[in-house]
């Protein structure tokens, strides 16, 4: 009785959107001319392929792949001592409940499907007619409910399982590979409502069940101690870059979004907003973070580094981690290798270069290229005084100035948006190794 009260709601909301389906197509025709008003612009072809791209991240295989992978790992590790017990039967368990509860929405998804016989969108003359072939094994007619939503939004609840502040950040990226079967014209919105819910059901039934009876299988988050704040953001932001890598043609998009036609962006160098990020909060932050930091025994210094006192080996790290991350990787090794050109030059913007995906090596520019964001990189930079000083607000003024440099970057057209995210990881990470062996040195 208890477990009927805990999933009430959406076998409530379950039930009416499959009434809804027997009735009228009416409520997902508004919905479907909804999504096609959005593509009315020049530029729909970019945001449709996105769609078209990311889709397969709601196909099953990739994560029952993952999941027997970790299993298989786990042990493997296990066995060559190179896993301790506890991390062991944490990524054993963790394998385990993935593996069941995808194979429990996936057995329910088919079993409704072939049951209800819903025509997909792409396989009906008319939205006006009601076509239903029940008890079928005939794809054209498993619409109902969406299996790729109900795929994707499960694992979303059990990363949101595992990492609870991150739990609203992962359901959003389920729903928006969720979409992408409307935009395909696979799915009805109903569809994607109906593969959700089902996920959410099976999602609580199972843990009430293993809850009372395989208590292993029932996921316990990662505690907060074990994971800093900066672990969340590169999460986020490797998930963004994953939709990237997927579905590049996000990035024309974006850039078209500030784009007027003959060369011209919605920002230009010589605009006030423009010369207060690039030519005085740029160096300001630089100035910041090299140099103030020499002064910090003043008081007045001190107040700014939140009370922080550097000392000389603090001060080495830093110059040392600044010139490797931005000069050294940033700079010589992905700006004048890397080939990307930027938006301003590319043809579908107005100039004459060929448009690339992020990860591809390219010939279209020579030096000082696109990828990645050298001005991100410079606001991304300050989580270098994070590694130091510890204070967390180093984290997030690393986010801010980064994505707001980045943003000036974008809407003048100098860069993607997938220069951006990057830049981001590349400068967090290589920070992140070079904090590794400083503490690891000095033993702090």
């Known amino acids: 009785m208890f477990m ?5 709601l959406e076998l409530f909301v379950f039930a009416l959107i499959t009434i809804n389906i027997f009735v009228s197509y009416k409520f997902d025709n508004n919905i479907n001319d909804l999504f096609h008003s959005l593509y009315s612009d020049y530029n729909k072809d970019y945001i449709i392929e996105f769609f078209v791209k990311i889709t397969e ?20 590790f296990k066995k ?48 006006e007619v009601l076509e239903f072939n029940f008890f079928t094994l005939n794809s054209d007619f498993h619409s109902f409910p ?3 939503a109900s795929t994707i939004f499960i694992v979303c609840l059990l990363c949101g399982a595992l990492l609870p502040r991150l739990k609203y950040f992962f359901y959003s990226f389920g729903i928006l590979v969720a979409i992408s079967r409307v935009v395909v014209g696979a799915h009805f919105v109903t569809d994607i ?5 089902v996920s959410i059901i099976v999602y609580k039934t199972l843990n009430f069940f293993f809850q009372k009876n395989f208590s292993f299988l029932k996921l316990r988050s990662i505690t907060n101690d074990r994971l800093s704040l900066n672990i969340y953001f590169i999460i986020i932001f490797s998930l963004i870059a994953l939709l990237l890598t997927i579905g590049p043609t996000i990035d024309l998009y974006i850039s078209s979004l500030f784009y007027f036609g003959d060369r011209q962006f919605l920002l230009q160098s010589y605009f006030l907003i423009t ?26 210094v001190k ?3 939140f009370k922080y006192v550097f000392s000389l080996k603090d001060i080495a790290f830093i110059w040392v981690a600044m010139l490797f991350s931005l ?30 995906p992020w990860y591809k090596l390219s010939y279209s520019c020579y030096t000082n290229c696109s990828f990645v964001s050298g001005d991100a990189s410079v606001g991304f930079s300050i989580i270098v005084l994070y590694f130091i000083t510890k204070k967390i607000i180093y984290i997030y003024l690393s986010v801010l100035l980064g994505s707001l440099l980045g943003f000036i970057r974008i809407a003048e057209g100098g860069h993607f948006f997938s220069d951006v995210i990057f830049s981001y990881l590349v400068v967090t990470v290589a920070t992140m190794f070079l904090g590794f062996l400083y503490y690891k040195q000095y033993d702090k």
Do not use: C
Request: aromatic share 16%; charged share 10%; no cysteine.
């Open 80 to 127: 060559t001592n190179l896993l301790n017990n506890s991390l062991f039967q944490y990524i054993k368990n963790f394998s385990l409940s993935g593996i069941v509860y995808l194979a429990a929405t996936g057995i329910v998804i088919q079993l409704i499907k072939h049951l209800v016989g819903r025509p997909r969108p792409n396989h009906t003359n008319s939205f």
């Open 275 to 300: 010369t207060i990020f690039r030519k005085f909060l740029m160096p300001l932050i630089l100035i910041y973070i090299l140099f103030l930091p020499m002064l910090s025994k003043q008081n007045l």
């Open 327 to 356: 000069v050294g990787v940033v700079n010589f090794l992905l700006k004048d290798f890397w080939g990307r050109a930027r938006p301003n030059d590319i043809l579908q913007l107005g100039g004459e270069g060929i448009f690339t």
């Open 57 to 76: 991240l709601g196909d099953s295989l990739w994560f029952f792949s993952i999941f027997f992978a970790l299993l298989f790992f786990s042990l493997f």
């Open 4 to 8: 009927i009260k805990n999933i009430r």
């Open 303 to 305: 107040k700014i580094f």
């Open 146 to 148: 969406s299996g790729h």
């Open 193 to 197: 409502v109906g593969g959700i819910l």
